[in-house]
Structure formats: C-alpha cells, structure tokens
C-alpha cells in the first residue's frame, strides 16, 4: 500500500546526504536469498526504501529479514526513505479500510451510487460519491485524500 501512496503522494520521502553519507545505490544492483547485496549501507533494520528499475522488485519496502524479493540482477536505484509516522499509521488505516470495502462481491464496489432497470431503483447514501456519480469506494486512497495532501507533492 505505501508503494501506491507514495506515488499518490508523488513524494518518495527520500534521505539526502545531510541524514546520510551515502542515500542511494544507484547502478547494477543485485537481489539473492532475500538480500540485497549493499543495502545495509544506506538503509538501517526497520527503516523503509523504494526500488526503482527494477522488473521484479519495484516498490517500497522496509528492511527486515523477510521482504519477499525476488532474486535478479538490475540496472537502477534503491533509495532510502524518511516516512513520517503519521503517514505510516495513515497507511495501516487505509490498508484496514481497502481490506474491508474493497472485496470482490462487496456492494462497496458497485462503480455506481444509483441505478434502476426494470422498475427497480437503488440508491446507496455514499459519502464517498464523486462529482461525476461514479462512487471513489474502489479506490481507498482518494477516501484518505484530505488526511494525505499535507505530504503531497506537486
């Protein structure tokens, strides 16, 4: 989720070389077992990084003993990030949020706030309708829109 966010956000909250000598690596870089070969360098236990130029691996991540990458050899980046923690409480409210309303079958993701057919009509009293009358519940970071735009970019 922090992945969709951030570019939401067009905001990778990245390190500069004031909070760290080095705050990338950039170049032909290589995942094997679960690790990334430098990645201790730039990123302490816990903290979070994106990678980008990669095939298999793009997105944000943080660094653990199990972050599930796939194992290639790239040609890109990987950048350390400094991601308030509002934002990550934000995101676990919002995943929580996508994990109950954005379900297969769920009325919540009906594309339409109201329709009739046949002599039936329904109507649903969403607080999440856009202007258009096309309901935004399949998309929970528009939901979230007004608690995010304060780390937005333009």
Request: a negative charge; proline letters at 3%; glycine letters at 8%.
């Amino acid at each position: 989720m922090l992945t969709e966010i951030c570019a939401y956000l067009k905001n990778w909250f990245d390190v500069d070389e004031f909070h760290r000598k080095y705050p990338q690596i950039t170049g032909t870089i290589t995942i094997e077992n679960n690790t990334i070969i430098g990645l201790p360098e730039i990123v302490q236990k816990g903290q979070y990084f994106r990678i980008y130029g990669s095939i298999f691996n793009d997105g944000v991540y943080q660094y653990t003993t199990d972050m599930n990458l796939k194992d290639e050899t790239f040609v890109g980046v990987i950048q350390s990030m400094r991601i308030d923690p509002d934002l990550l409480k934000i995101a676990a409210e919002i995943q929580t949020w996508a994990d109950k309303y954005c379900k297969v079958g769920s009325e919540a993701m009906s594309p339409f706030n109201s329709e009739s057919f046949g002599g039936y009509s329904y109507s649903k009293s969403s607080g999440y309708a856009s202007s258009n009358g096309t309901s935004n519940v399949s998309d929970p970071i528009s939901v979230f829109a007004s608690r995010l735009n304060r780390w937005r970019k333009l």
